[in-house]
Each structure stands twice: as structure tokens, then as C-alpha cells.
């Protein structure tokens, strides 16, 4: 990680911060505007590369649907609830499984390129259609190719013991790509700030999470096509946060720099 944004992220640890919800909504807002189309077109892409690869995942396994309809129409919970059981433990179910998730994981940095696209037209650069693909060739692809399978393997055992701890670990993360994309973070580095900030402030944290299916929710109610736009705004929420707590290595005033390498360095002549 960058060492101003480590140092940072251990100064808020120590001394708190304040998080403005709506703030958040409002600029993330005004961000949206500026890249709905390419941050939509992000996600349709990404629909659209997931939904391929789930018909190949289907090729692989998939359940006796003749029968899975008897048992369904015999009302019979315990048979139902018995052939479940079955079909997940199956050898080709888990198989199937594994490469959703892998597969799913190769195409998400396309959803990721939504955070490069709001800090681009944040800074009044200009955002273009091969940011979508950004983060298959600015060698962060293998970093969130595997943060990716760790938050969903993560967030996926936590919600099987129940939706609250689902919950926990999914606000305990929410930062934590960000902090790949632009920290330069290792996964690890990642994980670690991204949990130290939010229970620093877990009530925010959550706050936010809360919010963020709350837009999901309502994109659903719309014809389930609103939740196209809402998706992608749900990004630029998670971005916004993580500038107005973290902030940028380039924004960073002096002050906030003190303690770092790039004061402490054998070339400065006032080090030592």
C-alpha cells in the first residue's frame, strides 16, 4: 500500500472520523450523471460475459428438472427440502459451483472499472469506453480477480450461519477493493484497512451498506430494469466514501504526509 495512505488509515484508526451519509448519496449523484452510460454499459457487459459463462457452468451440471417439477407439485416440503440436499452434494454440483465462482470472478473487474471511471470524472479527467476494460491491463487484474473470490466466499459462509453475519462481513469489507484500485494495496493490506476503518465507524459503515440495498431495492420494484443504473450507482456510493475517508496519495496535504518515506527518505535534506 502506498505509504501515505497506510499512515493515513492509521491515523483515522486512531482518531476516528465522521462519515456524511447524505453527502455520500448527493455526490455520488452528481457523479453518476457524468458516467451513466459507460458505468451501464459496464454492467451489461459484465451480465452479459457472467451469463455466458453460466450457460458453460450449466453444461456441467444441471439438476433433473422432470422430477425437481413432480416434487415441487406433490407439496411435499421434506421431499423437496431431501432433493436439495441431494443435488448439493453432488460431485458435479460443486464442480459447477467452483467455476461460477471462479468464472464470475474473472469477469468482475469490469464492474470494478466503475470506481476508476467516478475517480476520473471526479478529477475532470475524461472517461472513455476502454476504461471499462482498465483493470485487465494496469496489472491489477490477478489482485482483484482474487479479492473478488475472497469477499464472496467470505460474505457467502457467513450469511449460511445467518443473514447478520452475512451482513457484518460484507460492511467490514466494503472498502477493501478500493483500496486495490487505488492504494495499490495488497489483498491483505486491503482486507485489513478496509475492516480496521469500518469498525472504527461501524455504524456508518452499515448505514451506508443499508442504503445501498435500499437502491438496489427500489431498482428491482422498477420493472427489475432499474436496478441496471442502480447497480453501478451503488459503486460510485462506495467510492465516494472511501474519498471522503481515505482520500487520495495526490490530495494528501503535507501535514497529512508527515511520518511517511517521502519525509523520512535519505534524499530529503531535512531527515536527519
Not at 488509515?9 to 449523484?29: C, E, M, P, W, Y
Not at 482483484?144 to 453475519?165: D, E, H, K
Not at 484500485?181 to 465507524?201: M, P, Q, Y
Not at 431495492?217 to 427489475?224: D, N, Q, T
Request: with cysteine; charged share 15%.
Amino acid at each position: 500500500m502506498k505509504t501515505a495512505t497506510q499512515s493515513k488509515v492509521d491515523n483515522l484508526v486512531k482518531t476516528g472520523f465522521q462519515v456524511n451519509i447524505g453527502h455520500i448519496f448527493s455526490r455520488a449523484g452528481d457523479i453518476f450523471k457524468g458516467i451513466a452510460g459507460y458505468a451501464i454499459a459496464a454492467i451489461v457487459i459484465y451480465c452479459i460475459v457472467y451469463y455466458l459463462l453460466s450457460i458453460i457452468t450449466g453444461l456441467i451440471y444441471s439438476p433433473d428438472q422432470e422430477e425437481l417439477l413432480i416434487i415441487s407439485q406433490s407439496g411435499d416440503l421434506d421431499a423437496v427440502s431431501t432433493f436439495y440436499m441431494q443435488e448439493l452434494n453432488k460431485p458435479m454440483y460443486k464442480l459447477a459451483m467452483f467455476i461460477s465462482l471462479i468464472a464470475g470472478s474473472v469477469a468482475t473487474p469490469i464492474v470494478y472499472s466503475i470506481y476508476t471511471m467516478a475517480r476520473k470524472f471526479d478529477t475532470q479527467q475524461k472517461v472513455e469506453f476502454s476504461d471499462i476494460f482498465i483493470h485487465y491491463k494496469d496489472g491489477k487484474f490477478f489482485k482483484l480477480f482474487l479479492i473478488s473470490i475472497i469477499i464472496s466466499v467470505g460474505v457467502s459462509i457467513a450469511t449460511l450461519f445467518c443473514v447478520v453475519p452475512g451482513f457484518v462481513v460484507y460492511a467490514m469489507w466494503l472498502i477493501a477493493v478500493p483500496f486495490v484500485v487505488f492504494a495499490d494495496a495488497s489483498i491483505g493490506e486491503a482486507l485489513s484497512a478496509s475492516r480496521k476503518l469500518a469498525f472504527k465507524s461501524f455504524g456508518s459503515f452499515s448505514l451506508l451498506l443499508l442504503l445501498i440495498i435500499a437502491v438496489l431495492f427500489v431498482g428491482l420494484l422498477i420493472c427489475c430494469i432499474g436496478v441496471i443504473p442502480a447497480i453501478p450507482l451503488t459503486y460510485v456510493m462506495i467510492y465516494v466514501l472511501y474519498k471522503d475517508i481515505v482520500g487520495f496519495e495526490d490530495d494528501l496535504s503535507e501535514i497529512d504526509q508527515i511520518g511517511t518515506n517521502e519525509f523520512t527518505s535519505p534524499n530529503n535534506p531535512y531527515s536527519n
